[in-house]
Nanobody, 124 residues
Framework: QVQLVESGGGLVQAGGSLRLSCTAS????????IGWFRQAPGKEREFVVA????????YSADSVKGRFTISRDNAKNTVYLQMNSLKPAETAVYYC?????????????????WGQGTQVTVSS
């Protein structure tokens, strides 16, 4: 069982920045692909960005390319999501998820473990 805990959410003005963290309990964390998703009220959970086990490869949704950066520190069992130039429409609960299968997944079905989420609110 893998436990994921997100932190770093909060209230920020449009154009501002936040850095989210996702810390895992598993000793095998370094072998997992980690993804970030977000879910706004009344909407489906959507893929944001993912990083492979080594941190050498990332994949981002077009909507966040150039603004969001994902990174990981396997020694700390932590993945980071740096979000810049935030927009009000990006207000959502942000979730991190771990995939134990290898490969890239941009839908929720590819991920096996989920955190509880952290709220990000972007004011206009």
């Amino acid at each position: 069982q893998v436990q994921l805990v997100e932190s770093g959410g909060g209230l920020v003005q449009a154009g501002g920045s936040l850095r989210l963290s996702c810390t895992a309990s598993a000793r095998t964390f370094s072998s997992y692909t980690i993804g970030w998703f977000r879910q706004a009220p009344g909407k489906e959970r959507e893929f944001v960005v993912a990083i492979n086990w080594s941190g050498g490869s990332t994949y981002s949704a077009d909507s966040v390319k150039g603004r969001f950066t994902i990174s990981r520190d396997n020694a700390k069992n932590t993945v980071y999501l740096q979000m810049n130039s935030l927009k009000p429409a990006e207000t959502a609960v942000y979730y991190c998820a771990a995939s134990v299968r290898g490969g890239w997944y941009v839908t929720t079905v590819g991920y096996d473990y989920w955190g509880q989420g952290t709220q990000v609110t972007v004011s206009s």
